[in-house]
């Protein structure tokens, strides 16, 4: 009975831990490659945005143009993901993962809702 239950729970742990929402699979793809402009197409109205030097709830235009300026200064080269999963009301969703870039490794939290496309309503980027 003991085999059952350890062998029951060694195959059900791997499915939850990767556990992710494939819906920010392109707004993760961007993020690896730097590119702000695909990123924001994913932008709620307004975003909670935090970087270096920026923390704040600013309109789609205006984070845009922050996390274009984030990239010139940190061209990046990578993003891992860690970890993903759903949270309850709304078809919430979060990424949690490491952003490597020419200046250094960033850690990156995004939240956001949308079943079908993503919709970012918050994205850190902060220094790791």
């Known amino acids: 009975m003991n085999t059952i239950l350890v062998l029951a729970c060694t ?3 791997p499915l939850n831990a990767v556990e992710r929402p494939s819906q920010f ?3 993760v793809a961007a993020l690896s490659v730097g590119d702000a402009e695909v990123v924001s197409t994913f932008f709620d109205n ?7 030097g920026v923390d704040d709830i600013l309109p789609k235009t205006e ?3 922050k996390l274009q300026a984030f990239f010139e200064v940190n061209k990046a080269k990578s993003f891992a993901r860690v970890h993903g999963g759903t949270s309850t009301g709304e078809d919430g969703a979060y990424i949690i993962g490491t952003l ?7 850690r990156v939290y995004m939240y956001g809702r ?3 496309t993503p919709i970012v309503q918050e994205l ?5």
């Open 25 to 27: 699979d392109d707004v």
């Open 124 to 128: 850190r980027i902060e220094a790791s």
């Open 63 to 65: 984070a845009t143009k």
């Open 114 to 116: 949308g079943g079908g």
């Open 100 to 106: 490597t870039t020419e200046t250094g490794n960033f």
């Open 11 to 13: 195959l059900l742990v």
């Open 46 to 52: 307004t975003v909670e945005l935090v970087l270096p």
